[in-house]
Nanobody, 125 residues
Framework: QVQLVESGGGLVQAGGSLRLSCATS????????MGWFRQAPGKEREFVAA????????LYADSVKGRFTISRDNAKNTVYLQMTSLKPEDTAVYYC??????????????????WGQGTQVTVSS
């Protein structure tokens, strides 16, 4: 069982920045590809970014490319999502997820088998 805990969400003005963290006590996190997803009210959960176990490969949704950066510190068992130039449409609950079964990166939420509880990000205009 892998438990993931997100933090760092909050209220920010448009154009501002936030850094989300996803931590686990399990050292095995370093073996897994990790992803960030988000879900706005009334909308389906959507892919935001993913990172390979080594951090060498990343994948981004077009809507966040150039504004968000995913990274990881395997020594701290933590994955980060640095969000800049935030827009009101970035408002959502953000979830981190672990893909324990494959090395390639995926945008498909069903292929991630462990999820955190989510952290709220609200961007005011």
């Amino acid at each position: 069982q892998v438990q993931l805990v997100e933090s760092g969400g909050g209220l920010v003005q448009a154009g501002g920045s936030l850094r989300l963290s996803c931590a686990t006590s399990r050292r095995t996190l370093s073996r897994y590809s990790m992803g960030w997803f988000r879900q706005a009210p009334g909308k389906e959960r959507e892919f935001v970014a993913a990172i390979s176990w080594s951090g060498g490969n990343t994948l981004y949704a077009d809507s966040v490319k150039g504004r968000f950066t995913i990274s990881r510190d395997n020594a701290k068992n933590t994955v980060y999502l640095q969000m800049t130039s935030l827009k009101p449409e970035d408002t959502a609950v953000y979830y981190c997820a672990a893909d324990t079964l494959r090395y390639s990166l995926t945008m498909t939420s069903a292929e991630y088998d462990y999820w955190g509880q989510g952290t709220q990000v609200t961007v005011s205009s």
